[in-house]
């Protein structure tokens, strides 16, 4: 049997750069068929090129109640206003078949996620500065004014709670910052965890 895959948090302040970050691991060859995204709940509107299934599974307040009463999130929390959670089915079946699995989520989330899976990696993406942060936001061009200086304001309290996390990536050069991620989820494949049945093995071929 495959020993079980590892589960990782990726939380930033909104616009720091983690979608990007995630999209570039799981289009790496390295990754192919081993790493899972995990495509989370939400009852926020679908911003342009936001696909139902990909990005997120977009529901209404009633179908995620529904989910919330029947136990079915890893864990769930409010932002900006909507509601957001990672279902079971999302991490669970994969982790259990060898493969990683990536979450997209907040600090709160993340919390929630530790006190159950305490052997949960945790990585925080740090922006360069508020001001680099305030035009990635503005770029983007998906939140309306009002959107962004909330996200702004949400920044410098969520960034506060680094503290809780294993790895910090500051995410300015984009190329170096998808390496370091890149190179957290390698080593983890590198834990004695990971490697238990093969190194067995190993030391079987050497006689006593
Ligand atoms: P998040 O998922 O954290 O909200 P995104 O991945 O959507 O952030 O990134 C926000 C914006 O910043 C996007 O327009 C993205 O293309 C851009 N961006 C991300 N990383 C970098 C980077 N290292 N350099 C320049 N722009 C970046
Ligand atoms: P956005 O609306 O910009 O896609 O996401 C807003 C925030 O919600 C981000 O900080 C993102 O990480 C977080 N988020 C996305 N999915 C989940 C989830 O399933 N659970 C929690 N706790 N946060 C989430």
Redesign the pocket.
């Known amino acids: 049997m495959r020993p079980a895959g590892d589960l990782f948090i990726v939380s930033?302040?909104?616009?720091?750069?983690?979608?990007?970050?995630?999209?570039r691991i799981l289009a790496d060859p390295v990754f192919a068929g081993s790493i899972h995204f995990s495509v989370s709940h939400t009852t926020r509107a679908p911003r342009p090129g936001e696909v139902h299934g990909r990005e997120y599974h977009f529901v209404s307040p009633e179908e995620f109640e529904s989910l919330v009463s029947r136990d079915g999130f890893l864990e769930h929390a409010v932002y900006d206003g909507h509601r957001y959670g990672t279902s079971r089915g999302e991490v669970e079946p994969r982790m259990a078949a060898g493969i990683d699995v990536l979450l997209?989520i907040d600090v709160q989330g993340a919390r929630q996620v530790r006190s159950r899976m305490p052997d949960v990696v945790k990585v925080f993406?740090f922006p360069p500065s508020r001001q680099?942060l305030e035009a990635?936001?503005e770029?983007?061009?998906?939140n309306s004014p009002d959107s962004i200086v909330r996200r702004l304001a949400a920044a410098a309290r969520e960034m506060g709670e680094f503290g809780e996390y294993d790895y910090a990536i500051i995410?300015?050069?984009?190329d170096a910052?998808v390496d370091e991620l890149r190179s957290i989820v390698v080593a983890r494949r590198s834990s004695r965890r990971r490697r238990q049945e093969r190194l067995e093995a190993i030391l079987r071929t050497f006689p006593a």
């Open positions: 930033s302040p909104s616009g720091a750069g983690k979608t990007t970050l995630i999209r997209d993406v680099v990635r936001l770029a983007r061009g998906h995410n300015d050069v984009l910052a």
